[in-house]
């Protein structure tokens, strides 16, 4: 009798809580997913900052659900545009110079869920990452990117799949 009743509550809790995947995101039930590659549209981002961004989100997906990657029409999409990158200096010391250089990156994210359509969206998501003045931006830019994307990537996945 006791193991009926343990098997209830923990099928009640299971299907009042919705439709999770076994690493936690709410999937509505899809059992895929497609990404059209983030386009840049900034002029100071380079190429590669678009496509590190979506890469990152494919594997954050990938990692933290059971979702199958499509080429397109996947139940659940993604797609977006880098559409701001920002240089700041920071930290500015007594003789007036700069610490460090914040580099921020906003990418406005379109998600469209086919099986519920109340839980897509359109909305903006802007990380940063502060480079030590004393580093050549452009030297270090492929780290700034990773950085910023696994920041990025896991806001995306976390308003869009982490909805709890």
Known sequence: MNKV???LAVAVSIVS????????????????FSIKYFETIHPLASASTSITISESVIDR?????????????????????????TVQPINVQGNEEAGANRITVTVDVIYTNTVDTELSFQRKFSRFYDLPSSSDLHSNQDLVVQEIAALLSQDIFN??????
Not at 18 to 24: E, M, T, W
Not at 62 to 83: A, C, M, P
Not at 159 to 164: K, Q, Y
């Open 61 to 85: 997906v990938q990692r933290q659900s059971t979702l199958q990657l499509v080429d397109s029409n996947g139940e659940l999409q993604f797609e977006g545009k880098v559409i701001g990158w």
């Open 17 to 32: 809580c919705g439709i999770y995947s076994p690493y936690g995101a709410a999937t509505s039930g899809a059992t895929t």
């Open 159 to 164: 308003a869009s799949l982490g909805n709890w």
């Open 5 to 7: 009743v343990f098997f």
